[in-house]
C-alpha cells in the first residue's frame, strides 16, 4: 500500500504582538524573495527547472536575502518556477507573487502536541500554537511533509502536509458518471438510471460574479472610480475560495455516493478537448466553472477512499441516446434529448452522464487497457 499526500489546514492560535511581527516581516520577505527569482527567471532565458535556475542565481539571491533561512530561499525558488510556468501556458501580464504565505521544508519545522515550531526572519525560532479538532489530532503522529504559513484576513493558518497510507481501489459493481454539464455545473448518473443528481446552484451567483467584475473592470480601464483594482481583486480572490468551497462539497459529496454504491466514478478526459471536436461548446463549458480544481478534488478524495477512477471519451455523449446507443446525427438543440429511433427522451446533461458510466464498463483493469486509468 503505498501513501497520498494529504494537506490539512490548522488555524493559530492568536499570536503575541512579537509573534505577528517577525510572522508579517517573513511574510513579506518571501513574497519579495519569490519575485527576485521571477525577475532571475526571466534573465534566464531558458525553460525553468530547479537545477537551472539554482545554477543560474542562488548565490545571488542568498547574498540578498540572508536574514531568510537558507531553505526558505529555496522554497522561495521553487514557488517562483511554479509561478512563471504558469504564465508560460497563459501569457497574460508579467507573473507576480502576491500571496500572503512563506514556505518550509519539512527538515525545518517542528510539531510538538498542538505547538509547530517554524523558522522566521533574522534566525528567530518561534513556537506558534494550533487549534487541533479533534478529527484532526491523528495528523499530528504522523511524519509531516512541507509547511505553509498563511495570512487571510489578519488571521494565520499552517497549512501542514502528511503521507497517509493510499487504499487499493476496489472492484466496482457499477459506475457513476460525471458530466461537465452545458446547464449544469455537473451531473451524475449510473448506466441504470437509479442515482439522478444535478448540481447547479451555483451557477447564477457564478453569472452575477462575472457581471459584475465586467463592471469593475470597466471601471478600472476608464479610471472613473477610485478603488475600482482593490475591489476586483477582493471579488476575484473571493470568488476563488466560493468555487473552492463548492467544489469540495461537490466532490465529497460524489465520492461518498460512489462508496456507498460501491461504484466507481467515471469522468470527462477534457485534455485536449478544444481540439478534437466541438470546440466552441467545450469552451463555453469549461470557462463556465473552475472544472480542473473540481475534477482534481474528485480523483484526490476517490483515492483516499478506495474508489475507482477511470477517464472516459467524451465525444458523442450528448448525442448518444442511453437507452438504444443510436447516434443523432445533427447537434442536440435545447436542454432536452430527444431519440428519433426509439423515442425516449431525458434531459440532455442526464442522459450524457448515463453514456459516459456506460464506457466505464469497457475500461481496465474491469474491463479494458490499463492505459485509459488516470491512477
Known amino acids: 500500500m503505498c501513501g497520498i499526500k494529504l494537506t490539512q489546514t490548522f488555524k493559530l492560535m ?34 525553468p527547472t530547479r537545477k537551472n535556475v539554482h545554477s543560474f542565481a542562488y548565490k545571488k539571491i542568498r547574498e540578498q536575502f540572508k536574514d531568510l533561512h537558507s531553505n526558505v530561499v529555496q522554497e522561495a525558488m521553487n514557488r517562483a518556477i511554479e509561478v512563471y510556468r504558469a504564465w508560460l501556458k497563459t501569457k497574460g501580464q508579467k507573473p507576480v507573487f502576491t500571496a500572503d504565505v512563506v514556505s518550509f521544508k519539512n527538515v525545518d519545522v517542528k510539531i510538538d502536541r498542538h505547538f509547530i515550531n517554524v523558522p522566521l526572519i533574522n534566525k528567530e525560532r518561534v ?4 487549534h487541533v479538532p479533534k478529527k484532526l489530532r491523528k495528523f499530528l503522529k504522523m511524519k509531516h511533509g512541507r509547511v505553509q504559513i498563511s495570512k487571510v484576513d489578519d488571521e494565520y493558518y499552517a497549512q501542514i502536509s502528511f503521507e497517509v497510507p493510499e487504499p487499493k481501489p476496489y472492484e466496482p459493481k457499477g459506475w457513476l458518471g460525471v ?14 438510471g437509479k442515482i439522478n443528481k444535478f448540481y447547479d446552484n451555483a451557477i447564477a451567483w457564478k453569472k452575477s460574479v462575472e457581471y459584475r ?4 473592470q470597466f471601471l478600472k480601464d476608464k479610471r472613473t472610480k477610485k478603488g475600482a483594482w482593490r475591489i476586483l481583486k477582493r471579488l476575484s ?34 485534455k485536449g478537448i478544444r481540439h478534437h471536436y466541438n470546440a466552441k461548446r467545450h469552451r463555453k463549458r469549461l470557462h463556465k466553472w473552475a472544472y480542473g480544481d473540481l475534477i482534481d478534488k474528485i480523483v484526490y478524495k476517490a483515492k483516499l477512499n478506495g474508489v475507482p477512477v477511470v477517464f472516459v471519451d467524451p465525444r458523442n455523449t450528448s448525442r448518444t441516446c442511453s437507452k438504444c ?15 428519433p429511433k ?12 448515463r453514456n459516459i458510466a456506460k464506457r466505464a464498463f469497457r475500461l481496465a483493469p474491469w474491463g479494458a487497457s490499463s492505459s485509459q486509468r488516470r491512477w
Open 14 to 47: 492568536k499570536p503575541n504582538k512579537r509573534k505577528r511581527e517577525l510572522l508579517d516581516a517573513t511574510i513579506e520577505r518571501f513574497k519579495e524573495c519569490v519575485n527576485a527569482w521571477i525577475s532571475e527567471i526571466e534573465q534566464l532565458g531558458e525553460y
Open 127 to 130: 513556537w506558534l500554537p494550533m
Open 179 to 192: 458530466d461537465i454539464g452545458i446547464n449544469h455545473i455537473v451531473v451524475i448518473s449510473d448506466d441504470k
Open 213 to 216: 467584475r465586467a463592471r469593475l
Open 237 to 270: 480572490h473571493k470568488e476563488k475560495n466560493k468555487m473552492a468551497y463548492i467544489n469540495h462539497k461537490i466532490a465529497k459529496e460524489i465520492v461518498e455516493l460512489a462508496k456507498h454504491y460501491h461504484y466507481g466514478i467515471a469522468i470527462e478526459n477534457l
Open 325 to 339: 446507443g443510436y447516434l443523432v446525427e445533427k447537434g442536440v438543440k435545447g436542454r432536452w434529448f430527444r431519440c
Open 342 to 353: 426509439c423515442g425516449f427522451q431525458l434531459d440532455r446533461d442526464l442522459n450524457a452522464a
